[in-house]
């Protein structure tokens, strides 16, 4: 269990009402070995999406139904006491040690930001795991699989491609450094900003026993769409 001497976390959670998805999020940040004390959860949403009772704060921030993700995610971050800023996506679960290694590299004041991988859930339907299969292909992703496989070689060192907005953290004063998501990209708006880290000296690490569990899109069509929208996001950060 974490003790008091760790810093105070905000883990921030854009919803897009996705209830069931979102109770099990909530669920699985219920058995973190991260001190309940030590963190609290901003929630952004257009719905009231959140029953029963948490170890851990819960602040609900209302957001209009149009809001981007990353809007939201500035806005809860505009809420945020933490001295670290979490983003974790409603539809991903975390695994029970997941805040706690996402944390462990700010031990080091150069670090700026932390991302870990994310796997496909283990209840994934046939099709999903389909999805997930070519996510972790290196053939069909190239380095960024990091993103999506185990790994074997421990903490260290990231570029920006094994940084992913779904499990991710960041110091809140270089966040504000910063000024935060670029709310009008979408995809790569974390790429965007690994970027202008780097710029300002910041280190970017990569802690591979950080895990999530995030749900796929069904092969094919909708997964098709989804690595287009990658595509079309990359291309749109390159321009900036």
Request: proline share 6%.
């Amino acid at each position: 269990m974490a003790t008091a001497h760790q810093p105070f976390v905000s883990v921030i959670v854009p919803s897009f009402k996705r209830e069931k998805l979102l109770r099990e999020c909530l669920d699985a940040l219920r058995w973190q070995t991260y001190a309940p004390d030590r963190f609290e959860v901003i929630l952004l949403t257009d719905s009231n999406a959140v029953d029963g009772s948490f170890p851990f704060q819960i602040i609900v921030v209302g957001t209009p139904p149009d809001m981007s993700a990353s809007a939201k995610r500035n806005l809860g971050a505009e809420t945020a006491k933490g001295e670290i800023l979490a983003f974790i996506d409603d539809d991903a679960k975390a695994d029970r040690g997941w805040l706690e290694n996402l944390i462990e590299p700010f031990r080091d004041r150069s670090v700026a930001v932390v991302s870990g991988p994310n796997f496909t859930p283990k209840e994934a339907t046939f099709r999903e795991r389909c999805s997930g299969n070519v996510l972790s292909s290196f053939n069909a992703n190239a380095s960024m699989v990091r993103r999506y496989l185990p790994d074997g070689r421990g903490p260290r060192e990231a570029i920006d491609s094994d940084i992913i907005l779904c499990n991710m953290a960041i110091r809140k004063e270089t966040f504000k450094e910063i000024r935060g998501f670029d709310a009008a990209l979408y995809p790569c708006e974390e790429n965007l900003l690994c970027h202008q880290v780097k710029q300002k000296n910041g280190r970017l690490f990569y802690n591979p026993f950080a895990v999530v569990y995030h749900h796929r899109r069904p092969i094919l069509l909708p997964h098709l769409r989804q690595v287009y929208t990658y595509g079309k996001g990359r291309g749109k950060m390159v321009g900036r």
